[in-house]
């Protein structure tokens, strides 16, 4: 019912809006011919009829008052037969509510009859209560919130006589708990939560009878903590516990037979440290870091035996020096600073012999490095200041190779960074500023060819830009500014390119209007009786329209020209 009323509403808000614009419109339009419509003997009919017959007249008329907007006489006629329908709709409409009431009643008592779920009777309570005041419904409304209980309790009682999981029974016991009111679910909730811990608990003492590892038995000593005060849960908890250092302790163990290296001891050590207090743990972890001694000593005694350089045995003693209480480590210790010496003697000659051999400036620059490394031996700090001096000069000879064959201002920028990187040698510095300058030469010639090939605005705008870069330089500045003018130049003609013709189209508007002629006389004459001044008016108005747009199209014009002065000026 109140479906039927809103799309009677919908219509009649429509059809009230349509004929007000259309009204406010007829009074502006030239009075047309009152021609015969055919489609008006629609409602020439028998009006009486059911609601939905009337609703589609209605729908019909709206159809065609939009179809008829532009003829007044037409419309009123129109909105007169609306006016008709409106009333006639109001009135069919007053007669069917009660039997609509009476048909949706019996439908749902049928329903009531057949339903069988919960929320079978939960909607039907619902749809009871909505038409509460209409005969029993109130009283129905409730009887279906009661067979609803009914049925769901029956259901969960099904349910929980067949639920086997801890998760089924805590599912149910929080179902009864919502109707905890009703009956005795009050007491089957609280049994659901007995029988999960009791399956829960059944569950956890099966996983420990079948546990392996360490993670397994702790685990299950959280679980069984969670529930300490079920049965013996604390009990069991402890043991698992117990169960789980034991496991772990056999798997320390097997790891320490078959350790081999100083890292796999010393990780044992640490962790039979971790559980000190249990059985041998003390012992074992003591064992481990003698262990962890025994197999360092073995691998720095075999790295000796096979050490060369300077650099190994001064490593070795280093190392021997670390654990010097431990068997004869002291002893080795000296001796690898012995041979340490005897190294670097070997090693400052094979530095002389690359010396003399040498060719590079990154061989010299490598040199220098190594004999600054041993600088307190014999004479390397003064051997490596010469080959810093030799690395120098066969850098500036090459600097100077690569300035004779540079051509692109990149390149000579780059030789000045470089030469400017050593300006205390020779005449790097004057080098460095001779190349900066050429760069500068370089760079101002590209220029200038680019300026004179260039087309576009965009291309001399560029090339400004760049001239601006090295202001200053030679008449830089004049050119970036002929650039700047260039291209103003080629951006005004653009934009008279593209003004000329909406000029010359609101010139020739304005001189067809001023241009007399004969169809023009002819119609003037025409409405001379009529509205001769009203259409005077009307002309002069569109003429100073036409101006109008002209003079706003002039200042958008001169505003974009000035925009593109001031934009590229500003560069």
Same mark, same amino acid.
């Given at each position: ?18 004929? &007000? ?30 609601? #939905? ?56 008592? +049928? ?41 769901? !309790? ?8 067949? =639920? ?6 805590? =599912?149910?016991? &929080? ?135 300077? !650099? ?13 209480? !431990?068997?004869?480590? =002291? ?44 600088? #307190? ?10 080959? +810093? ?5 066969? !850098? ?53 060819? #680019? ?48 003004? +000329? ?71």
């Amino acid at each position: 019912m109140d479906k039927l009323f809103a799309e009677y509403n919908e219509v009649s808000q429509e059809l009230e809006t349509k004929i &007000n614009e259309l009204n406010s419109e007829i009074k502006a339009l030239i009075e047309k011919d009152n021609e015969v419509i055919e489609e008006f003997d629609l409602w020439n009919i028998d009006t009486t009829g059911d609601w #939905e017959a009337t609703l589609r007249k209605m729908k019909e008329l709206a159809k065609l008052t939009q179809e008829h907007s532009h003829n007044e006489s037409r419309l009123k006629e129109l909105q007169n037969k609306r006016d008709s329908l409106n009333e006639e709709l109001k009135n069919l409409l007053a007669v069917p509510i009660e039997q609509k009431a009476e048909v949706y009643y019996d439908s749902l008592v +049928k329903e009531m009859q057949s339903a069988k779920s919960k929320y079978e009777y939960t909607a039907l309570a619902n749809k009871f209560s909505d038409i509460s005041e209409y005969k029993d419904c109130a009283a129905l409304a409730e009887k279906c919130k009661e067979l609803a209980k009914e049925v769901y !309790y029956d259901s969960l009682v099904k349910e929980m006589q067949s =639920a086997k999981s801890e998760y089924e029974y805590t =599912a149910l016991a &929080n179902k009864f708990s919502d109707i905890s009111e009703y009956k005795d679910c009050a007491a089957l909730a609280e049994k659901c939560k007995e029988l999960a811990k009791e399956v829960y608990y059944d569950s956890l003492v099966k996983e420990m009878q079948s546990a392996k590892s360490e993670y397994e038995y702790t685990a299950l000593a959280n679980k069984f903590s969670d529930i300490s005060e079920y049965k013996d849960c604390a009990a069991l908890a402890e043991k698992c516990k117990e169960l789980a250092k034991e496991v772990y302790y056999d798997s320390l163990v097997k790891e320490m037979q078959s350790a081999k290296s100083e890292y796999e001891y010393t990780a044992l050590a640490n962790k039979f440290s971790d559980i000190i207090e249990y059985k041998d743990c003390a012992a074992l972890a003591e064992k481990c870091k003698e262990l962890a001694k025994e197999v360092y000593y073995d691998s720095l005694v075999k790295e000796m035996q096979s050490a060369k350089s300077e !650099y190994e045995y001064t490593a070795l003693a280093n190392k021997f020096s670390n654990i010097n209480e !431990y068997k004869d480590c =002291a002893t080795l210790a000296e001796k690898c600073k012995k041979h340490s010496k005897y190294a670097k003697e070997l090693y400052y000659d094979s530095l002389v012999k690359e010396m003399q051999s040498a060719k590079s400036e990154q061989e010299y620059t490598a040199l220098a490095n190594k004999f600054s490394n041993i600088n #307190e031996y014999k004479d390397c700090a003064a051997l490596a200041e010469k080959c +810093k001096e030799l690395a120098k000069e066969l !850098y500036y000879d090459l600097l100077v190779k690569e300035m004779q064959s540079a051509k692109s201002e990149q390149e000579y920028t780059a030789l000045a960074n470089k030469f400017s990187n050593i300006n205390e040698y020779k005449d790097c510095f004057t080098l460095a500023y001779k190349c900066k300058e050429r760069a500068k030469e370089v760079f101002y010639d590209s220029l200038v060819k #680019e300026m004179q090939s260039a087309e576009s605005e965009r291309e001399y705008i560029a090339v400004a830009k760049r001239f601006i870069k090295i202001y200053g330089y030679k008449d830089c500045t004049a050119l970036a500014e002929k650039c700047k003018e260039l291209a103003i130049t080629l951006a005004i003609t653009k934009l008279d390119e593209e003004y +000329k013709p909406r000029f010359d189209s609101i010139d020739r508007a304005i001189a067809e209007m001023q241009m007399p002629n004969k169809p023009f006389l002819g119609s003037l004459f025409t409405f001379l009786q009529k509205d001769y001044d009203k259409k005077v008016q009307l002309y002069e108005q569109e003429l100073q329209e036409f101006n109008n747009r002209k003079s706003s199209l002039r200042s958008e014009y001169e505003k974009k020209k000035e925009g593109v002065r001031t934009n590229y000026q500003s560069l």
